[in-house]
């Protein structure tokens, strides 16, 4: 085989190598900075409807993973958040906070019921308002969008007001929900209203503590 023959086939093999290998897409440095919680890290809020103030606290983060799709492959990172009713650990209800590319994922599991995952919470940076993220299933979009806001007695940054709508399983039958929930760079969620057939929170930020990177 002459020199030319054997350069054209290792260039072949190193195409064919790059095509077939499978591409990692990291997490967005950008969203990382901004959205990662780490132990520490605490939001007390309070139902407006009952008045009862209730923390949700970062105790852990996941170890990072890798969630696969039929092109590639995604690495994940996630804050699993548990939840205090007036100081009291109801370990029956936590939240995992995910991150993967530059999305952020929300999974919110009480009382051993079918977990609320929330597949596309938001992307970062925010795009348009009225863009929809999601499934058709599940759409979530930001409808409304202010550079800054007050929330807790503060003034908050990049303030971003997500509506979610679609429809849970429950004992036979199915429950519509429509969730809301307004999200700063500041504290992350400041505010988040469920709206499940007739089970209904609204909580409003109180206090906050932040730990990231």
Known sequence: ???????????????????????????????????????????????????????????????????RDQYNKKATESSRIFVYYNGILNDSLYCNWFLSEN????WYVADGKAPMVYDVLFGYPYTAVDVQYGSVEQPCKIVSYQLADSFAGELMANVAEIDVKGTMDSVGYTIPYNDRFFVTTTAGIVKMSFRHGFVNNVWELQRYNIVRQ
């Open 103 to 106: 999305i952020v994922h929300y």
């Open 1 to 67: 085989m002459n020199r030319f023959a054997l350069t054209t086939l290792v260039l072949l093999s190193c195409v064919i190598a790059s095509c077939t290998k499978e591409r990692v897409t990291p997490v967005d440095s950008v969203l990382r900075a901004t959205f990662a919680y780490k132990p520490g890290t605490y939001w007390i809020y309070k139902d407006s409807l009952s008045g009862r103030e209730d923390s949700f606290a970062v105790l852990y983060n996941e170890s990072p993973m890798l969630s």
